[in-house]
């Protein structure tokens, strides 16, 4: 003999669409972490194999920006834990990040910065001393922190994360300024490595090694950073998180391609050495320009 069932059957429920809030907090928090794990390598390749003749002081800047990589990733996890299992079924604050996911902002952009602020001073020495370009690009890098740091202040004070207003303005700026850095460093990179450029084989294949890794991440972050800002501008109404996996992201790329060319340099210094004829003027100019191992001393 057959029982009824004494399970209360629960009533059908319309679901609210998750793709643009939670679906983008995952997204942007796996692709993130995923792009963590490469600079972990990347950081435990320099000090295994290529630090030897660094100084302490970007020895230092490696690992203080890994830390800060590492931070900025705990506060993304927090964000997305807090999300997803604390206000489960919470939908009227899917759009309302805790303090953690507005936090992160400033630790991106002090990333953003730190980096720029090294390429900014790779550039002085490029230059030969010339000072114009290089404060040009401190001063954008100051500012989009500035930005970024104004941006978590507003943010942390509103019930909700949709970018207008103040908000948007101090986005907007943040991205701004890390954009115009981020595309005259790449240019002035270019146009620094290729006048060193000698009738020598390999020193010109070496300067094209550096020309390339400095064109990539340049390119990739100017994107990624582009994309940030076209998606914070286009966020439909109600309010959605389309913006946060290019923000966690290029955090990540900025990391990222810095520890890159770091690491490049034994590729580019036996490019240097594979011929006997190259003038020692231009290998002594080069090595010391591009890729000197007491850049922050």
């Known amino acids: 003999m057959t029982h009824p069932s004494t399970t209360p059957r629960l009533p059908r429920t319309t679901l609210i669409p998750l793709d643009d809030t939670i679906g983008a907090l995952v997204i942007g928090a796996i692709l993130s972490s995923s792009l963590f794990g490469v600079s972990c390598l990347q950081v435990y390749l320099y000090f295994t194999r290529y630090c030897s003749r660094d100084s302490l002081l970007l020895k230092s800047f490696v ?7 590492a931070l900025h990733g705990a506060l993304v996890a927090h964000a997305l834990y807090v ?8 939908y009227a604050n899917l759009t309302k990040l805790p303090w953690s996911g507005v936090i992160e902002t400033i630790i991106g952009a002090l990333v953003a910065g730190m980096v720029q602020f090294f390429y900014a001073w790779r550039i002085y020495v490029l230059s030969e001393k010339s000072f114009i370009l290089p404060v040009i690009i401190a001063i954008c890098a100051v500012l989009g922190f500035v930005s970024g740091t104004l941006y978590a202040q507003k ?6 994360v949709k970018v207008e207003g103040l908000l948007l303005v101090y ?7 890390s954009i115009t850095s981020d595309i005259i460093i790449t240019v002035a990179m270019l146009y620094y490595l290729s006048r060193n450029k000698t009738g020598m084989k390999a020193t010109n294949r070496a300067i094209n090694t550096l020309v390339a890794y400095a064109i990539s991440s340049g390119l990739v972050t100017t994107m990624f950073a582009i994309a940030d800002l076209i998606a914070t501008w286009t966020a439909p109404s109600p309010p959605t998180l ?3 996996p290019f923000l966690f992201i290029l955090v990540r790329l900025h990391c990222l391609s810095f520890m890159t060319i770091l690491n490049s340099r034994d590729i580019v210094r036996s490019q240097l050495n ?15 320009s591009a890729v000197t191992d007491s850049d922050m001393e």
Request: proline share 2%; aromatic share 6%.
């Open 171 to 177: 986005s907007s700026t943040a991205l701004a300024f």
């Open 242 to 244: 389309i913006e946060a």
């Open 63 to 69: 690992a203080t920006l890994l830390s800060l990589d």
């Open 155 to 160: 943010g942390l004070s509103v019930p909700y």
């Open 274 to 288: 594979v011929s006997s004829n190259i003038n020692s003027h231009a290998l002594m100019h080069i090595s010391r």
């Open 83 to 90: 999300t997803v299992v604390n206000n489960f079924g919470d």
